[in-house]
């Protein structure tokens, strides 16, 4: 168990009287139609029963009991059972799994409008087997939320991944397009099954060679594999290519031979690609070039690419990751630069933004662009990459990170507007919507370098197709699937991997800190941090710790930025008594004495807070070893490993913080807590030259 066949092990089903149901309602599969799609979901569903049912399944036209009928609704058997009227109910890419009678047969009916929507439905209905579902009497109907459900991948060319942790880039440019790593296959299946379907392959650093023939030839090679899956390419193009790859002397977005290099260059990538999905654009973020070089805006920039892209049927995907190096508040300036924007993009340009205003913080309150950009389609960007959470060797689980941001109110049109209705486009009837996930996918035989972060990957891609699902119904789905359905093991590591991101939360940045982390790196604490090229590089910036007290005065008597947020947000944050303690520091410099809701003062509270957090992972690690005799050896022993790992680095964050906020508060840590072992300087003394998944910037 090496971990490389991720939630799609289809082993045989231990527990007989359910294999005895199996057997009982699944016995052969037919498909009356080919094309790729179609082929792609008869190959899985033939190699997923037959493992988990450990018997062959036949593909035949007859149909017996027991026999799953898919395709979609022009299928002639299906069409008599379910209506087309009702199939197009589950639009481009949902699907229909149905137990009906047919001429006194009883059949298993999996369809869709589309081949991409059965090949989910077969993925679907193995996971029902995966996860011990009772498969008798079937009446499911599922419908993506979100359009576009896509990874990010930061890879560069030379295969080093930008924040990647899970060992080089999957894609061997070198090798391409002549070989292809039986690696890209599984790849592509394991994003069908949760449903996602678009990949950018590149960093969003991008280097503009990728856009040459020599690269195109290699890019199509890969959208050659992975659309019998219904996954489309992206590329992330660089904003200066016309430059370095156009000979050009200027990338000015309404310079007309910029214009023509843009939509040549654009003919060319359909020639190579027919399908393919667009691009993703970081510019003026960070050291990228960008519209703003010539004075244009983001909009000028953004619908250029877009006018190329058009014809074709292709999106541009306009990050909005953006922050200058001036003296306001970092967390204001995404939304300065690009609210004043809202309705100026084209129909084809989706403005993607982070879940926070910082930066992929542990904890960060919605950003503030979700709800006031109404006439522009807002993508959802998350990490899956644990640039802050504890890098491959934490285990953090992010769905409740995700879910705590979807589910936030933003009141944009009064209550009930949640962030997720401005992401799947409902709240203002948008036509594009997405979300996507920079991922943590790297060349490791178990593909996430943590076995844990695999559930990071299948939670995005769960979530996108439907963000009502809850934390607890994904993790439970996945480890199911990925390790055993043995309730002693669920009962054990489920709630392990529900607390896992508020315990990192406490032992890192608990009550609203943020970016106290390591410069450049980014690996470990460095609160005391202020030698940064840019003063919002620093830890020292955000939390502003002094003798009074510590937090970021965001309020109307500091940075004001709460006034980004609808006025009952706003006032909500805005409020020490009605700001949630888990916010608090966020938005407000508070007092070392002020009292909190447990009866601690803050400076106790915070004690308290790291102290748990590094007394929680000691708690994991019991919860894991308790289950030693039900895990498979081998992972057994690694994420054992990466659990001592993470408690080591947790008391290193705790002893770290809390003896570094001390000279400020110039309070005793509780009587009730162990003291740090070494002293402040010792830590301030560790260096990492050789971190993992340094990038191009900071
Ligand atoms: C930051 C990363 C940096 C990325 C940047 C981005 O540290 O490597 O390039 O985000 O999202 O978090 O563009």
Known sequence: EDGYRLWLRYDSITDAALLKHYRQNITAIHFDATSQVLNAAAAELLQGLQGLMGQEIVQTNAIQDGSVVAGTAQNKIISSIISTEETDKTGKEGFIIKTAMYKGRKIIVVTATRDVGVLYGCFALLRLLQTNQQINTLNITSVPKVKLRMLNHWDNLNRTVERGYAGMSIWNWHKLPGYIDQRYIDYARANASVGINGVVLNNVNANAVILSPAYLEKVAALAAVFRPYGIKVYLSARFSAPIEIGNLETADPLNAGVQAFWQQKADELYSYIPDFGGFLVKANSEGQPGPQNYNRS??????????????????????????????????????????????????????????????????????????????????????????????????????????????????????????????????????????????????????????????????????????????????????????????????????MMLDSREICVNYMTPLGLHHLMGYSHHYGPAPWYNKAERADWNPVYFHKADKNGVGFDRTPKGSNAIAQYNTVIAGKFGNLKSCDEQFMLWFHHVPWTHMMQSGNNLWEALCYRYYSGADSVAWMQRQWESVKNIVDEERFKQVKMLLGIQKEEAIWWRNACVLYFQTFSGMQIPAALERPGKILDYYKSLSFPYAPGIGGNQ
Request: proline share 6%.
């Open 298 to 495: 983001h909009a000028d920039g953004a619908n250029m690419l877009a006018a190329a892209l058009k014809p074709h049927g292709g999106i541009v995907i306009w990050r909005a990751f953006v922050y200058n190096n001036n003296d306001d508040d970092r967390f204001k300036q995404a939304y300065n630069e690009f609210q004043p924007l809202d309705g100026k993009f084209s129909d084809n340009v989706l403005v993607q933004v982070k879940n926070g205003p910082v930066d992929f913080q542990p904890r960060e309150p919605f950003h503030p662009l979700f709800g006031a950009m109404p006439a522009t389609p807002l993508m959802m960007e998350f990490q899956l990459t644990q640039e802050y959470l504890g890098f491959s060797t934490h285990l953090v689980f992010l769905a409740p990170l995700f879910k705590e941001c979807l589910d936030a109110d933003t009141y944009a049109k009064g209550k009930g507007s949640q962030v997720a209705k401005i992401v799947d486009g409902s709240l203002e009837q948008h036509v594009l919507s997405g979300m996507a996930g920079v991922s943590n996918i790297g060349s490791d035989i178990n593909w996430t370098g943590h076995p844990f972060a695999q559930a990071n990957w299948y939670a995005l891609g769960r979530l996108a197709w439907d963000y009502t699902l809850s934390a607890s119904e994904i993790a439970d789905e996945w480890l199911r699937q990925t390790f055993t359905n043995d309730n002693m093991f669920l009962k054990a590591v489920k709630p």
